[in-house]
């Protein structure tokens, strides 16, 4: 077994070595959830799911989500719904479902490297979107390079077989994200911009908002 700084070592070795993997993964939540995140940082669905929480989720895909359990780093055995959801891309068919309430929608832009070479911070990927039995989950950075990386980065999915799937793909990370690894909020409006930055001022955190339309879909 590796010791705590060896561990630190070989994540980041790994991450550096797919030079695919983004500088940054994504949640997504819609404004009335930003405070809660300032307050308690990113939460799994069932520690939010005891919070006043706004999802935009299908109740049905939660529904088989719930059900779901994988392997996570240091081969333990999971819920889905006990881990942090993330995206390696914000431009994802899940967004395009709901694009017409992305005036409501933020990101946190997480920094990858930051997060995962965290030894504390169990986690584990998917292939393609998690509620999908032809995903192939993963818990050890070896396997970063089994990952459609080509559709994952693409402008369009939409004309690559199984891109809708592959897309979708996950990032899980066990127990909270705390904001400290939060590099920036994005959203595609002024409005929503002043209504986080209200916020941040009145908690005297200093996160970044930023208008970034490259996370978001044409209206």
């Known amino acids: 077994m590796l010791s705590k700084e060896n561990l630190l070592t070989w994540r980041k070795n790994k ?3 797919c030079k695919e993997f983004p500088e940054h993964l994504f949640y997504m939540s819609k404004k009335k959830n930003f405070k809660s995140i300032i307050e308690n940082g990113i939460l799994p669905q069932n520690k939010a799911n005891k919070i006043v929480y706004d999802s935009f989720a299908d109740n049905e895909v939660q529904k088989l989500r719930s059900s779901i359990s994988l392997y996570i ?4 055995k999971k819920k889905l719904h006990d881990l942090v959801p993330l995206y390696f891309t914000p431009k994802t068919p899940t967004l395009s479902r709901i694009r017409e309430d992305q005036n409501n929608i933020f990101f946190c832009k997480i920094s990858s490297i930051k997060l995962i070479a965290d030894i ?4 584990a990927f998917t292939d393609g979107n998690a509620a999908s039995l032809d995903t192939i989950k993963y ?3 070896n396997s970063l390079n089994k990952l459609n990386w080509k559709i994952i980065n693409s402008d369009s999915w939409h004309d690559k077989p199984d891109g809708k799937r592959i897309r979708n793909a996950e990032f899980f990370i ?4 705390e904001k400290e690894y939060i590099f920036e909020f994005s959203v595609n409006n002024e409005n929503l911009k002043d209504d986080l930055e209200k916020v ?3 908690k005297q955190i200093k996160i970044p908002v930023t208008i970034d339309n490259r996370c978001f879909f044409p209206s």
Request: hydrophobic share 30%; charged share 25%; glycine share 4%.
């Open 15 to 17: 991450l550096n070595q």
């Open 73 to 76: 780093s240091g081969n333990k």
């Open 120 to 123: 504390n911070k169990d986690f």
């Open 139 to 141: 818990y050890s950075l």
């Open 174 to 177: 066990k127990c909270n994200i």
């Open 200 to 202: 941040l001022i009145e």
